[in-house]
C-alpha cells in the first residue's frame, strides 16, 4: 500500500530536550516536505526537499533542522524544542513532476511543556 | 497577511443537497489550485485541483470552479453524503514555488442524515 509514515505520532516533550519526527515514504517519491498545523492558521510549510541531500527552508523554519540520506526518509529534527512549537506535524511526498499534488501523512502531535 | 482564505470556519447540510465550500485567494502568482479532504486523526487527503489555465474540473460528486478575475474558486459536492463530512482545506500554489502549498484556514463540512 502506497504511504505516508510518521513516528510518533504522539509526543509530550520537555523544553531543551531534543528530538526527532521520523517521516517515511514507499512511493519512490523525490519530493518530501514538513507542514505544521496551529489553529487558526492552516498548515505551513516548514522544510522541503526535492531530493536526496538537497534540502530547502520553507515558511517557518526556525527551530527546526531536516535531512534527507535516503529517498524513502526526510525526518524532522528540533534541536531544542520550545512551547511554541506544540502543534501538529504533516510530513508529505510526491513525484518531483508533480510536487504541487502531495500526499500526506497522519501526523504527529507534539506538546512542548 | 493571508494569501488564501476561507472565510467560512463550518457549514451543515442536508444529505442529497449541494454543499459548495468557497476559497478566495489574493496572490496572482497562483496558477494551480487544489482542494485536500481531512478526517480527524488523518493527514489531509488530495480531493481535486484545478489548472488556471481552466475554469472548471470534474471528477465524479466533486466539482471545482476557478474565477481568475474575482480570485475565487468553489468546490461543489453533488449530491453530499454523510461520509463527506470532514474538513476541507483549499491550497495554491505556482511555479517556482518549488511545491510550497499555501494552504486556507479550512471549512469544517457536516453533512446530515
Known amino acids: 500500500e502506497a504511504q505516508v509514515t510518521q513516528n510518533p505520532r504522539y509526543l509530550i516533550t520537555v523544553t531543551g530536550k531534543k528530538l526527532t519526527v521520523t517521516c517515511s515514504q514507499n512511493?519512490?517519491?523525490?519530493?518530501m516536505s514538513w507542514y505544521r498545523q496551529d489553529p487558526g492558521l492552516g498548515l505551513r510549510q516548514i522544510y522541503y526537499?526535492?531530493?536526496?541531500?538537497?534540502?530547502d527552508k520553507g515558511d517557518v523554519p526556525e527551530g527546526y533542522k531536516v535531512s534527507r540520506k535516503e529517498k524513502r526518509n526526510f525526518p524532522l529534527i528540533l534541536e531544542s524544542p520550545s512551547p511554541n512549537q506544540t502543534s501538529l506535524y504533516f510530513c508529505?511526498?510526491?513525484?518531483?513532476?508533480?510536487?504541487?499534488?502531495?500526499?500526506f501523512g497522519p501526523g504527529t502531535r507534539l506538546t512542548v511543556l | 497577511d493571508q494569501q488564501v482564505k476561507q472565510n467560512s470556519p463550518s457549514l451543515s447540510v442536508q444529505e442529497g443537497r449541494i454543499s459548495i465550500l468557497n476559497c478566495d485567494y489574493t496572490?496572482?502568482?497562483?496558477?494551480?489550485f487544489l482542494w485536500y479532504k481531512k478526517y480527524p486523526a488523518e493527514g489531509p487527503t488530495f480531493l481535486i485541483s484545478?489548472?488556471?489555465?481552466?475554469d472548471k474540473n470534474e471528477d465524479g460528486r466533486f466539482t471545482v470552479f476557478l474565477n481568475k478575475s474575482a480570485k475565487h474558486l468553489s468546490l461543489h459536492i453533488v449530491p453530499s453524503q454523510p461520509g463527506d463530512s470532514a474538513v476541507y482545506f483549499c491550497?495554491?500554489?505556482?511555479?517556482?514555488?518549488?511545491?510550497?502549498?499555501?494552504f486556507g484556514k479550512g471549512t469544517k463540512l457536516s453533512v446530515k442524515p
Open positions: 526537499s526535492m531530493n536526496v541531500e538537497v534540502t
Open positions: 496572490n496572482s502568482m497562483f496558477d494551480y
Open positions: 512511493m519512490n517519491h523525490e519530493y
Open positions: 508529505a511526498s510526491s513525484s518531483i513532476a508533480r510536487a504541487d499534488t502531495q500526499y
Open positions: 491550497a495554491a500554489t505556482y511555479g517556482g514555488s518549488q511545491g510550497n502549498l499555501i
Open positions: 484545478i489548472s488556471s489555465i481552466k
